[in-house]
């Protein structure tokens, strides 16, 4: 009998209960007790439907109120001094690292100020994690509550055996970085400090009845440097013989060394992004996990191919050894497509969500192991063919217009210096000008609006005066304080990708199809069903009324075809390179369109294109990063030298040659919590013009003036004046007006100080 595994289910809720609870728990509107109790039924729900949809290995410790890596961070005690003087909670220890905290004094509290832990991308995902932060006086040990055994436990009482999850040494510590006191620290060095503790660990949740346990390793699937590969030998020896090694995202083949002689249980392999992986991985003589439903797409799965791949991986290892799974944990898929009402039956019949996906991994089990699976496999060979032979895929003008691209479409009329001049002539703006990266505070108001507008209960015409509304109260605030180049603040916007998908062709929407970004904050991706192309302009009457009601400049706002098409869940019939080109050429018209109406400065945001970027140096990441390139080119490239193209990265390690030949005029990136000199350094060689953000926008703390100034001055330690420009990490939407206004206001008064001195 072969087994059916998932690797981890959506823990937000069908109904998004996560997000709403937390969040009410930070506002104080809700009970530590309520939250808990809220997380509990979360889990309970998810196990029961894996149960019943009879999924044989089931995980636990999948669950997370932030994040599941700052999770093991509060376990092993990998806590930063300034988040433990408070003697706050765990959970509220937990929050503060996530998002940082801020509180005034009161009679029973003395204010608190902390900054939250550094974000970075989850690979080449959209998941956020929050980054381990580790010093000369960290001291790990196992804090309490022990999540993972409480959870293992916890499905336990409810008659479900399951199998904890946890991110194994390596992975945790080659993925965290030293404390800024710390910087001479290499975190891998910690290996024999946790150790014992993961030790720990392992030994109570045997204790508590686990057979075995996943262990994450995906760092596997990353260019390892010689000293970290070596270090998996030893760490596997000490931890037990029980335990899955998982590895997902990538190929693993490259550090095969690494792995070959680990005493574990078995494997767990991701066949869906590197099905050739398979004859390699067999030889390691483990039992073996293959990935075959993909953790990371909605496409329904091909059953017939999958199949395949398991019946070869029968072949290789024998039956008994053999288990299907999902390609990686379920985190990143829509929870149930079952709740898609509006959806078109046609193009509906193509997808599979989390929930969908648990009866397919039963169903290829059940199937390879010569089970009756009723008319499954036939009627899932009908949907595959139905969508390969649909004709809502194609458009042959789109396709016409490919043919079009070529070297000078996708370059500007001159070189940067040129433009530059020709941009100072016009603007005039003044050393260290200020702005923001687009998004103001999406209120309650907004939201509640755009509600009203989409159920008609307010006409076309009333929507656009309040949005109106909005545009001016932005416009008035930050002519007020004094920002140079303003915004209109996409009060129109639901969500960056989305607000596109919606007006170009090609594209599929979903009602509830949310996916956690990080923390509490979740994304709808549209789905890329076909070519692309753009019916009519998008954003030009905002920006247009925005620049109406100023004489400074306004900055029109777009996204860039790959963070399109990334934060998209893509076709997987056509190649990235052409849905990005296609969306480039979509958004060139855009551009060109803005340029005519009188906005000059464009900013086309690109925030995706480093988590886009192939796990392994290569020629697939070359390859890459030129169209990648090439499609943000194509976009940008039909406009005058003394247009101002900008754009915006954030949240990953960005190299800046990875953005060398996107040739904008202006980037801004996500930079609060970088410490390290030679990072700043490295974007000091940047040709063209950067702000390094200055403040992070996820946390609802506001910076003194000082603290900028402070800032300023250090980067300028190692950065040009000439180059410098000032502004946050990135949108402001997820923040509330008060600490907006006071945090920009400090902002622009720090950099006007600056202004005389250079
Ligand atoms: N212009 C977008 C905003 O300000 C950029 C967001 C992002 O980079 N994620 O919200
Ligand atoms: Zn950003």
């Avoid at 000293?227 to 931890?239: C, D, G, I, R, T």
């Avoid at 060398?660 to 040709?687: C, G, Q, T």
């Avoid at 900028?708 to 250090?714: G, K, L, S, T, Y």
């Amino acid at each position: 009998m072969v087994k059916s595994s998932v690797l981890g289910f959506p823990r937000i809720g069908g109904q998004r209960e996560l997000k709403k609870i937390t969040e009410s728990y930070w506002g104080g509107k809700t009970s530590k007790e309520e939250l808990l109790k809220v997380g509990k039924e979360l889990r309970e729900h998810n196990w029961k439907l894996q149960k019943e949809a009879g999924v044989d290995i089931i995980a636990s410790n999948d669950f997370s109120y932030y994040d599941q890596v700052l999770d093991l961070s509060l376990l092993f005690n990998a806590i930063p001094e300034r988040y433990t003087k408070y003697n706050l909670e765990p959970i509220d220890v937990l929050f503060a690292m996530g998002r940082g905290l801020q509180r005034k004094a009161t009679d029973s509290h003395p204010a608190i100020d902390v900054t939250a832990l550094e974000m970075v991308k989850w690979f080449d995902s959209n998941y956020h994690y929050v980054r381990p932060t580790f010093s000369h006086s960290t001291e790990f040990k196992l804090n309490t509550p022990i999540k993972p055994v409480d959870e293992y436990n916890e499905a336990k009482a409810l008659g479900i055996e399951t199998r904890p999850v946890l991110l194994g040494p390596i992975s945790y510590l080659y993925l965290g970085k030293a404390d800024k006191d710390s910087l001479d620290l290499e975190p891998i060095s910690l290996l024999p400090k946790i150790l014992p503790i993961y030790k720990e660990l392992l030994a109570k949740l045997r204790e508590a009845g686990a057979t075995q346990v996943q262990i994450d390793e995906p760092v596997l699937v990353l260019d390892l440097p010689e000293n970290v590969q070596s270090k998996f030998q030893q760490a596997y020896e000490e931890l037990g013989e029980d335990l899955i090694l998982t590895t997902y995202f990538g190929d693993v083949r490259p550090n095969l060394k690494a792995i070959e002689n680990l005493p574990v249980a078995g494997f767990h392999f991701d066949l869906v992004r590197v099905p050739e992986q398979l004859d390699a991985v067999a030889k390691l003589g483990k039992p073996l996990s293959v990935g075959v439903v993909d953790g990371r797409n909605i496409w329904k799965t091909d059953f017939a191919k999958a199949a395949k791949i398991v019946e070869s991986a029968i072949e290789k290892v024998g039956e008994g050894n053999v288990v299907v799974a999902t390609s990686s944990s379920l985190l990143h898929t829509p929870v149930d497509l079952d709740s898609e009402e509006k959806l078109d039956p046609v193009i509906k019949d193509w997808f599979s969500f989390a929930k969908q996906k648990l009866d397919e991994v039963v169903t290829i089990a059940k199937r390879v192991s010569g089970e009756d699976v009723g008319d499954k496999f036939e009627a899932n060979a009908k949907s595959i063919k139905a969508r390969n032979e649909s004709s809502i895929t194609t458009n042959p003008k789109v396709q016409e217009r490919l043919t079009t691209i070529n070297e000078s479409l996708a370059t500007r009329k001159s070189a940067f210096p040129e433009r530059l001049a020709e941009q100072k002539a016009k603007y005039n703006l003044p050393l260290f000008p200020t702005t923001t990266i687009g998004s103001f505070p999406q209120t309650k108001d907004i939201r509640i609006n755009r509600n009203k507008f989409a159920k008609g209960q307010i006409s076309a015409e009333e929507y656009e005066q309040f949005i109106n509304k909005e545009i001016e109260t932005v416009v008035r605030f930050q002519e007020e304080i004094g920002l140079d180049v303003l915004v209109h603040g996409e009060p129109e916007r639901n969500d960056m990708v989305q607000y596109f998908g919606e007006q170009l062709d090609g594209f599929a929407f979903t009602t509830n199809g949310w996916v956690q970004s990080y923390g509490s904050r979740y994304v709808r991706p549209p789905i890329i069903v076909g070519d692309v192309s753009r019916p009519k302009a998008m954003t030009v009457k905002e920006s247009v009324y925005a620049q109406s009601l100023t004489k400074s400049p306004m900055k029109g706002m777009l996204t860039g075809p790959v963070t399109i098409l990334r934060w998209s869940f893509p076709r997987d019939d056509v190649s990235g390179k052409i849905q990005a080109l296609q969306l480039g050429l979509a958004l060139r018209d855009e551009v060109n369109d803005l340029e005519k109406a009188g906005i000059t400065v464009i900013q086309v945001d690109e925030p995706a294109i480093r988590e886009g970027l192939p796990l392994r140096a290569g020629k697939e990441r070359s390859d890459y990063l030129n169209w990648a390139a090439q499609s943000f080119r194509v976009a940008t490239s039909g406009v005058e030298n003394s247009t101002q193209i900008h754009s915006h990265f954030c949240y990953s390690d960005l190299d800046p040659n990875h953005i060398k030949a996107l040739d904008a005029d202006v980037v801004s990136i996500e930079f609060s919590k970088k410490d390290d000199p030679n990072y700043i350094r490295e974007f000091s060689e940047y040709p063209n013009h950067i702000g390094l953000g200055l403040f992070d926008i996820h946390s609802p703390r506001i910076p003194s003036k000082q603290e900028f100034v402070d800032r300023i001055q250090e980067i300028l330690k190692v950065y040009p004046a000439d180059k410098f420009w000032v502004n946050p990490d990135c949108g402001l939407k997820t923040r509330g007006w008060p600490e907006v206004k006071e945090s920009l206001t400090n902002m622009v008064n720090a950099a006007k100080d600056f202004r005389g001195k250079y």
